[in-house]
């Protein structure tokens, strides 16, 4: 009952050990894995004593096994084939290429540096050959990098996993049993990697199909029947050959979110949260599990091993497997740097220094203390910098530019105009075809169809864009549209008209914006601007007078008078949002509705109660002859013109 009690104690404690660093990770916005480990490491026997792991004895291996196998199918099933499409031939490489270079390179800095023997050096290389998908997924939803960058980085550390999974296997047993035949070892791991994709294939389009035809199933059981068939298809596989179960679990999440399920997003949010789960409590028990003597006693000959494996033969891998993609030297430069290790190597390490023990073997606890130190090194130092670094390297997804508006209306075509102007792309969808021809009229690039086809969003550019705005009449169609694009596309900015309380809020509105201001009338604008009693104005935000101007421009949104469209800031262009905060330099682009040109000639600053813009040019709608002047040219401004057609873009300011 005692030893009962004490495992129970013991799982409870680190539950709650990993709950509480995912949630202060949360809050700090830092990868979750730095307090995993360090808070293992605290609770562990060493420091607190709060943890034992070796309660668990053998169970612990079956948790690994289980948990690792549930990690890797949610990896498969978030993984976006649409984006490893551009970068499949550097993920090809990095997988097959990259994994023998990170071997023999991890190998020789193991054997020089660590001064470890040749057989355990290169089994110490083939633990670190994956990057972690547990560590690289949820930095990468923090730090949010230009999508090419992402794709790759994702696919990598979700495809090499059971291929490095493999290959450690296949080494441990020319490490015990001294065959070094290369013939064997390579058709070994093709024929593991083989059994392993035809049972995941095959596992995945049943499990596809009995939730495609089993009706009868609530929402909630078919999360637990995928939870028991990817067991199921991980036992299968590891039953009729070993150490193929990985690849099983990877093939038939891809599988699975190939086949398009309904309730998609509910599996992916039900397995998210049960990875969460797993990524905790094995990361705490691993951590609580190692000995802090014997990653001391590795000496800095360990430590030089780990930052040549970070600077030097990383930065090779990447250099030779991305020679012909299309990632530019920012791109390259980031994926180089971004390659923590995880909850893989931990694993399969600590797997392995319980046999090496039992085998009579030394360096199965130095092998062990080696990858933990390689994964606290570049998880704490490439997880902590990756934001500044792809600042530095400028690119982050806020960076993206370009916009996808639903909706074609005067509004959204003078927005879309304003984007094009800019050079920048755009592209606008709707459902009625005679807006869509008069979008065509205009020069803008537009679909007929529906803005939830997938299809359409994909040949729109979303996945590359840096604003989603739904702006058709109805608000309750457009925070739906909204809620989509956010969920399967990622758009740093989505934005849509909406009322202010909706009846159906979608939950994850928080990544929703009301576009431009509270409870816009769509309808009354755009009718403005077909009679053209509206003014196209742009002011720039000074710090002398800043929160008067401020002042003055909430004044006159409130009074339905302005309405603010676009904001430019540190160079870019972003459509404003209702909860929008002002900032010096802001230059704004705003509609004005002008019936008469008194209140022009106020704000201009013929009087003084007006917005300071008497040193600020107001943009004024003119006609533009065909093709369109150069953005270098001067428009030719009278003040008090009134805007004759609200469907003409009006040229730009000069700077």
Known sequence: MEISFSITLLMVMTVICGISAQVLAAYLKVPAIVFLLLFGILAGPDCLGILHPSLLGSGLEVMVSLCVALILFEGGLNLEL?????????????????TLITLIGGGMAAHW???????????????????GPTVIGPLLKQVSVDKKVAALLEGEGVLVDPVGAILAVLVLNVVLN?????????????????????????????LGLILKRAKFLSEDLKNLVVLAGLWGIFAIAEQICSESGLMATVVSGIVLRAASVPEERLLRRFKGQLTVLAVSVLFVLLAADLSLASVVALGWGSLFTVLALMWIVRPINILVCTINSELNWRQKLFASWVAPRGIISASIASLFAILLTQRGITGGDSIKALVFLTIIITVFLQGLTAGPIAKMLDITLKSATGAVIVGSNPLSRLIARLFQERGESVAIIDTNPESCKQAEREGLRVFLSSALDHSILEEAGLDSMGTFLAMTNNGEVNLVLAQRAAEEFTPPRVLAIFPKDPQNAPANQSKINQ???????????????????????????????????????????????????????????QVVSAAQTWQTGDRIIYLLYDPTPKLLKRLSGSSQSGLTLEKHQVVEKVPIPDPVPDLALEPVLEEGEIAKKADVLPPPVSR
């Open 82 to 98: 649409r984006d490893l499409g551009k970068v499949s031939s550097s993920i090809r490489n990095l997988v097959t290429f990259g």
């Open 113 to 131: 540096l660590g001064e470890f023997p040749w057989p355990i050096a290169f089994l110490y290389a083939s633990l670190v050959v994956v990057t």
């Open 515 to 573: 576009a431009f201001v509270s409870d816009l009338s769509l309808k009354d604008w755009n009718e403005y601007l077909n009679k053209g009693e509206v003014k196209l104005g742009e002011t720039e935000l000074k710090s002398a007078g800043l929160q008067f101007q401020i002042a003055h421009l909430q004044a006159l949104v409130k009074a339905g008078e302005l309405t603010p469209l676009l904001l430019e800031r540190q160079g870019y262009l």
């Open 178 to 206: 001294g065959n070094t035949d290369l013939l064997i070892l390579f058709r070994d791991l093709v024929v593991r990697l083989g059994i392993g994709t035809v049972i995941g294939v095959t596992g995945g389009w049943l």
